[in-house]
C-alpha cells in the first residue's frame, strides 16, 4: 500500500498505529490495576482525560519526528568532545553494565534537568503544565508541555550519549537505548498511577506511586522526589521525601492554567507574573535512608 501513499503519510499511519497499540497495552495493563487497587475513588474518564489524550498524542508525534533532531546534534557534539578511546572502552563493557549504566546515567542527567526545571522560571513554566493535574492516574505521565518533554528528555539522553552507552556503536547500543525508553515509559505510568502499592523497605530503591506523588502535592513543596526511578538518587542529592502509608491529601499547582489544551500550549510564551519557581529544598524535609538510626 504505500507506493500508494508517499513516505510522510506512510509515515504519520504508523506512528498513529504504533501510538494506539501503545495505548490499548498501557490502558489495558493500568485501568484494572487502578480499578482494583485505587489509592482513591477516580472515575477512568476524568474531568481532564482528553486533554490529557491531546497530550499523549502531541508528545508521541514529537517523539518520533522532532526528538531526534536534538539527539543528532548531542551524537554529533559527543563524537566531537568526548575522546574515542573511552568511547570504545565503555562500548566493550558486557551488555548488563550498558544497561546498567545507562540507567544510572540517564536518572543524573532526568534528575538534574528535572530540578532545574523547578528551580529556573523559564523552565517552570513550560515543566508547571505537568503539575497542573489535579486527578493522578497512569496518563498523566503524558501530560506534559512538548518542549518541557523535549528538554527532560535531552537531559536524561546527553550523560548516556557521553559516557558512549546510547545508540551509537551499532546494534547492542540501540537495544540498550530501547531497553531503557520502554522501561522508562512503562515506569513513567506506574509512578503517576491512582495506585496505594507501597514497596516498603525497597522504596528508597526503585520509585512508586507513594514516592511520584509527592512530588504533585498540591499543599506542599513539590521541590523533592525529582527522579523517576532511583529514589536514592534524591536522597543523594537531599531532596527525598518519603513518608510510610501516607500520600498527599490533593494534587496540582495553586496558579490557574487555561482549560484548553492550546491555551495550555501558548501558557509558558505568556505566562502571568504571579507564577513563580519553587523555593529549594531545606535540608529538614531530607528523609533519611532506612539504615539510618534516628538522631536524638
Ligand atoms: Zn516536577
Ligand atoms: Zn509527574
Not at 138 to 155: E, G, K, M, Q, T
Not at 220 to 228: D, K, L, Q, V, W
Request: hydrophobic share 50%; with cysteine.
Amino acid at each position: 500500500m504505500s507506493e500508494f501513499l508517499g513516505p510522510t503519510t506512510t509515515a504519520i499511519i504508523v506512528e498513529v498505529t504504533r501510538m494506539s497499540l501503545l495505548l490499548a497495552f498501557l490502558s489495558a495493563i493500568f485501568v484494572p490495576l487502578e480499578l482494583t487497587f485505587a489509592a482513591r475513588p477516580k472515575k477512568v474518564f476524568r474531568a481532564e482525560f482528553l486533554i490529557d489524550l491531546g497530550y499523549y498524542v502531541i508528545n508521541s508525534f514529537v517523539v518520533a519526528f522532532v526528538l531526534s533532531f536534538p539527539v543528532g546534534i548531542i551524537v554529533w557534539a559527543t563524537h566531537k568532545t568526548i575522546p574515542a578511546v573511552w568511547l570504545a572502552s565503555t562500548a566493550a563493557w558486557p551488555l548488563w553494565a550498558r544497561a546498567l549504566g545507562g540507567l544510572v546515567a540517564g536518572e543524573i542527567g532526568y534528575y538534574w534537568g528535572h530540578r532545574l526545571s523547578h528551580e529556573i522560571p523559564f523552565l517552570w513554566d513550560f515543566h508547571a503544565i505537568h503539575h497542573s493535574a489535579e486527578e493522578m492516574d497512569y496518563l498523566v505521565s503524558s501530560r506534559a508541555h512538548p518542549i518541557d518533554l523535549v528538554f527532560s528528555r535531552l537531559c536524561a539522553l546527553a550523560p548516556i550519549y557521553a559516557l558512549g552507552l546510547g545508540a551509537v556503536n551499532g546494534t547492542e547500543g540501540i537495544k540498550i537505548l530501547l531497553v531503557v525508553t520502554f522501561v522508562g515509559l512503562i515506569w513513567g505510568n506506574f509512578i503517576h498511577a491512582n495506585l496505594k502499592w507501597r514497596f516498603g523497605p525497597l522504596e528508597w530503591l526503585i520509585s512508586t506511586p507513594g514516592f511520584h506523588h509527592w512530588h504533585h502535592t498540591k499543599s506542599g513543596p513539590i521541590n523533592r522526589n525529582y527522579s523517576t526511578m532511583l529514589p536514592w538518587m534524591d536522597w543523594l542529592f537531599g531532596t527525598l521525601h518519603l513518608p510510610a502509608n501516607e500520600l498527599p491529601s490533593d494534587y496540582g499547582i495553586k496558579a490557574k492554567l487555561p482549560e484548553s489544551l492550546i491555551g495550555q500550549l501558548a501558557y509558558p510564551l505568556f505566562p502571568p507574573s504571579s507564577v513563580s519557581a519553587p523555593a529549594p529544598a531545606t535540608p529538614s524535609e531530607k528523609t533519611p535512608m532506612p539504615w539510618h538510626k534516628p538522631e536524638h
